[in-house]
């Protein structure tokens, strides 16, 4: 919920001096988090108050990122900026748990923890895991100070030479943004159709293939990493190709979306029948491959369209469809897994994503959505 509040402040002062809040607060919270890791002192208190610092911060963090890119880069370059930019966060969210497992298998007892377990395993690895922290506290400070290089130009941010004009209170900020996305019938039924999309394939992907890979043994131990790391290879060459290839459509942005949200859900269709770990990590990759093209393209979209005193705002929406309803999906994916097989789940899933594909390409102006801005159009 926090992000929409975030929103509304990027859009009040900058991205640029929000985002830098947040990587200070982060780097404070997480530098206090390795020290007492480090001094055995961490107490389960202590870790839901960290926790909530920095799931705050990182609620003022994204929509402060991902509206910069507009004071960045002229607007026929936003699209490419964009693939690189989010291609090297799907990278850093793969090399992350990869780099800090490294710390904790270099710097802990590997052998004192497996005998210990539990609580004693933990302490026995409290220096791996404290360098580790550590490590992600001294990433922030060196994202500070890149950060602090970065030159942006206007485009909508608050200018010292204007008139002060009263502070409008942030909720009501949070309602304005609404109803101009509500007025607009593009903004308007593109977010509708992604809440949609949210609701019924946010679950399954990260509900059902955890359940699919360690209840079929045939694929092996392996098989969760190996099919999740083929969406993220995917997600991240989708990335690459949509920074590359920007004008690469199927008539308009609308008509491509529609397209591939439609292969998506024939492609997620036959999950829950696979048999062997590569047939689930083809699927999963080329599922990755279309939806990262796509979220750069759509990125790149919202940026576009929406008038740059609102764009924190529009960011802060987009994201809280996925990330705010996606714990909805869930809830109700484990539901429907106690009366329904894997396979059933799978089929309805990308079914359901099929046919609301269809009816938005036949009921809605969205296949008219096209990469133009309104002022340009």
């Given at each position: 919920l926090f992000i929409l509040i975030g929103g509304a402040l990027v859009d009040r002062h900058s991205p640029k001096q929000v985002l830098m809040v947040t990587k200070y607060?982060?780097?404070?919270?997480?530098?206090?988090?390795?020290?007492?890791?480090?001094?055995?002192?961490?107490?389960?208190?202590?870790?839901?108050?960290?926790?909530l610092g920095i799931g705050l911060?990182?609620?003022?963090?994204?929509?402060?990122?991902?509206?910069?890119?507009?004071?960045?880069?002229?607007?026929?370059?936003?699209q490419a900026?964009?693939?690189?930019?989010?291609?090297?966060?799907?990278?850093?969210?793969?090399?992350?748990?990869?780099?800090?497992?490294?710390?904790?298998?270099?710097?802990?007892?590997?052998?004192?923890?497996?005998?210990?377990?539990?609580?004693?395993g933990a302490r026995a690895n409290a220096t791996g895991i404290g360098i580790a922290f550590a490590l992600d506290a001294l990433s922030?400070?060196?994202?500070?100070?890149?950060?602090?290089?970065?030159?942006?130009?206007?485009?909508?941010?608050?200018?010292?030479?204007?008139?002060?004009?009263?502070?409008?209170?942030?909720?009501?900020?949070?309602?304005?943004?609404?109803?101009?996305?509500?007025?607009?019938?593009?903004?308007?039924?593109?977010?509708?159709?992604?809440?949609?999309?949210?609701?019924?394939?946010?679950?399954?992907?990260?509900?059902?293939i955890p359940v699919l890979a360690s209840s079929t043994p045939e694929l092996g131990a392996a098989a969760f990493g190996i099919i999740v790391g083929a969406h993220g290879a995917g997600t991240l060459?989708?990335?690459?190709?949509?920074?590359?290839?920007?004008?690469?459509?199927?008539?308009?942005?609308?008509?491509?979306?529609?397209?591939?949200?439609?292969?998506?859900?024939?492609?997620?269709?036959?999950?829950?029948l696979v048999t062997a770990v590569w047939q689930g990590a083809v699927l999963m990759l080329a599922i990755g491959l279309l939806g990262g093209f796509m979220q750069v393209s759509v990125f790149t979209w919202i940026q576009q369209r929406v008038p740059p005193a609102l764009l924190g705002r529009a960011m802060s929406l987009f994201m809280?469809?996925?990330?705010?309803?996606?714990?909805?999906?869930?809830?109700?994916?484990?539901?429907?897994?106690?009366?329904?097989?894997?396979?059933?789940?799978?089929a309805t899933s990308g079914g359901t994503l099929v046919v609301l594909a269809a009816l938005a390409f036949v009921l809605t102006p969205m296949r008219r959505v096209t990469d133009a801005a309104p002022a340009t159009r």
């Open positions: 607060v982060n780097l404070v919270l997480l530098a206090v988090l390795a020290g007492l890791v480090l001094a055995g002192s961490l107490t389960l208190w202590m870790v839901y108050a960290l926790s911060a990182t609620a003022f963090s994204i929509p402060a990122g991902t509206a910069m890119m507009p004071h960045v880069v002229a607007r026929h370059q936003l900026a964009n693939g690189v930019n989010l291609g090297l966060r799907q990278l850093t969210m793969f090399l992350g748990p990869l780099l800090a497992g490294l710390l904790i298998a270099l710097f802990g007892d590997a052998t004192a923890a497996a005998s210990a377990g539990g609580e004693g922030f400070a060196v994202s500070a100070w890149t950060l602090a290089q970065v030159q942006t130009h206007g485009g909508g941010a608050p200018s010292s030479a204007a008139p002060a004009a009263a502070p409008q209170a942030v909720l009501a900020s949070v309602a304005q943004g609404l109803v101009h996305f509500w007025r607009d019938s593009e903004l308007r039924t593109c977010f509708l159709y992604w809440s949609a999309i949210a609701l019924f394939i946010m679950g399954p992907i990260h509900i059902a060459l989708g990335m690459v190709v949509s920074g590359m290839v920007p004008r690469l459509r199927i008539g308009s942005l609308g008509m491509t979306i529609l397209a591939f949200d439609a292969i998506i859900g024939a492609l997620f269709m036959p999950m829950g809280f469809i996925f990330m705010g309803l996606a714990p909805v999906s869930a809830a109700v994916t484990g539901w429907l897994m106690k009366s329904v097989t894997l396979a059933q789940l799978f």
